[in-house]
């Protein structure tokens, strides 16, 4: 251990993919960073890719063992399997790993960190893994998180209105394919026309969507899980559970894919063990400094995905007091999935671990 | 009083709109029609307007005090205002009214009538006047009156994806003329980037949205009411406690509009006075010939917008029973907001007065 303070090594597992793209942007946008070399890793297919970091020109190294030595903090987006097989890895070399996959999420000995929320918990890793919540959860919990610290949270009922990115590039490429095929078509009035303009523009039938998501909505995100829920549904509950520190949070969500390219926005229906008013909540956002309030009603001022897309903050409106429940809200939330709720969350458990 | 029945006449106000042309269709395909004359009345814009009604050319006429002279059943498929003006009118004549417009929805002398759920209240109609419900809460209540009916409904969390179309002709060609704006643009990424391709078009910045609807969802529908609620959002909770009978039946809902030509979603969770199983609710909904049950979780298999849109059911699927909340049930319903919505049901109601 040298005397001096070595400026801390950096690694971006999966540094070309949609997340660590959103991620080396976010390092780029950063008024100043705590790193000293920031390597930049990836499948055999993208080693020796070349992308400036920073102003300086890093080639992407291939994933292997010996790419962790030296590094720190390395940083996973990558699918379930790799991480599974590769955050332990970097954390044997000694790097503390941040696992963005599903992988570690709910793993007891792995905690499950937002930094508004739950910065301290970065100091709990007996695994050397820390991980990133999944961008559905993430998507609301720096506003609940923050209502849940002065009320209390008890109870939560969510309907998710989520982007094509959250299946990744493949995602957003094939909205867009299908919102071109659709387009001029004045389809949308009849049963089964929609995937008929699809097909006849020569589109695969095979989709990440599971049903034509352009001029439509699908029901479903993620996998199949046990008595009729999605692996997406689970995550939200048991995610927000872990997160909040509330194991006996009541949840129930419905997860639907809806035709946005990029930010996933939420009904949320929570109710607290005191009684919290629309002011109050209002001063409960205003006071967290990565919450926007967008609620003006009388202006018709609210949230949209297109409209904070690209953007770091969670953003808040159409609060309303439950008229029939008590100490409950109802409220509209939106956040970037590629930002706040992948990319941007990694990064800020990084910065907590360098201060 | 003839000694001979005869067959009902049936009037159609407003039958060159969005609601109207629909309501043609629906008795164009009807295999038998109770009615004798069906008189077609409009603005006096499409006065004069010949249409093809069950193979038969008719001239709409004026909408004027005299053109109800004779007339059994009127459907009323026209603005609040004109409704509130001319409903009344029409049963003075004579004629019972039956009126898709909000002017008397919540009138406690008018009954508000769903036929698979309260059919004995056309015949408590003090005013002449029966009125049909907004197409967001009929959506869902031919399966919610189901349940009800077997396990009696306590709580409704209710978040909705509605179409274009509840906005009228207007909000289609709002919808088809912003996904052309956007098709191969590549927009969608960065915050505003979709005004901006919509501004690019050429495109009004005025819209029955209030913000860009392709590519994107609004968490808005409706007018301005009192504490941050909006007249859609309110409409589910006061026309959900009136049809179903349940005055003190406690409601949360959240309207967003997506971009979905027609056809509306809602994303529903259910607490019931019993407990009700996955089971026991997919027989309640096989049994209810207007619902059509799309669940096979295995398969993945649920129902889409635009898969079912066009068509008379009400589709259920994504039944699961919530795994913290007793006696309850989360689903996703879809119903074309056109027919059940607002056509279907008014003509069914006509229906059940002619038997």
Redesign the interface.
Known sequence: MAQEKKAPTLAIVGATGAVGTVMIDIINHRESVPWGEIRLIASARSAGKKITVRGQERTVVELAPEAFDGVDIALFDVPDEISAQWAPVAAERGAIAVDNSGAFRMDPEVPLVVPEVNADKVHERPKGIIANPNCTTLSMMAALGALHHDFGLR?L?V?S?QAASGAGQEG?DRL?AE??A???K??????????EALAAAGLPEETPF???L???????AGS?KD???TSEELKV?NESRKILGIPD????A?C?R?????TH?L?V?ATFEREVT?EQAHRVFEAQPTVVLR?D??K?V??????????DPTYV?????????PN?L?F?VCGDNLRKGAALNTYEIAETLAK
């Open positions: 109870e009922v309907s209105y957003i867009q919102i071109a659709v387009a001029g004045g389809v949308g009035s009849r049963a089964g026309d929609v995937a599971k049903a034509p352009a001029l439509n909505v699908v029901p479903w199949r008595d009729g829920w509950r949070l009541r949840v129930s419905t639907v809806v035709p946005v390219v990029t926005a009904a229906h629309v609620d009603h009388d018709g609210f949230p949209t995905p297109a409209g904070v897309v690209g953007t409106g159409r609060v309303r007091q439950a008229l029939d429940f409950t109802d509209f």
